[in-house]
Nanobody, 127 residues
Framework: QVQLVESGGGLVRPGESLRLSCIAS????????MAWFRRAPGKDVEGVSC????????YFIDQTKGRITISRNVAKKTVYLQIDNLEPEDTAVYYC????????????????????WGQGTEITVST
């Protein structure tokens, strides 16, 4: 059974950093594009970043560019999301997701193209 388990969230102050982890089971990370999404309070789910089957990153949100780095360790079956210089606007539940189509070396734009989701890990950025 495919499982995605996120961890690494927490309560932090503005300017601090966090690294989120997503551990995958029952499939290989280099066979599916993997993405991070987030849902801020009162807002819709939005894509944050994606890493393709070949390991190429893509960032969906302009205001996070330069502050967010997606990476993976295929052997450990883990996808990471490093967020530096956290801002209150980064407060959200962050979800890890696996693309629906295997083997495609691209990152789908729509959340509906992702078939497996984790339970989420929450980041709260506050003074």
């Amino acid at each position: 059974q495919v499982q995605l388990v996120e961890s690494g969230g927490g309560l932090v102050r503005p300017g601090e950093s966090l690294r989120l982890s997503c551990i995958a089971s029952e499939f290989a990370l280099d066979y599916y594009a993997m993405a991070w999404f987030r849902r801020a309070p009162g807002k819709d789910v939005e894509g944050v970043s994606c890493i393709s089957t070949s390991g190429d990153p893509r960032y969906f949100i302009d205001q996070t560019k330069g502050r967010i780095t997606i990476s993976r360790n295929v052997a450990k079956k883990t996808v990471y999301l490093q967020i530096d210089n956290l801002e209150p606007e980064d407060t959200a539940v962050y979800y890890c997701a696996r693309a629906q189509t295997p083997g495609a070396n691209s990152c789908p734009d729509s959340l509906y193209d992702y078939a497996a989701w984790g339970q989420g890990t929450e980041i709260t950025v506050s003074t």
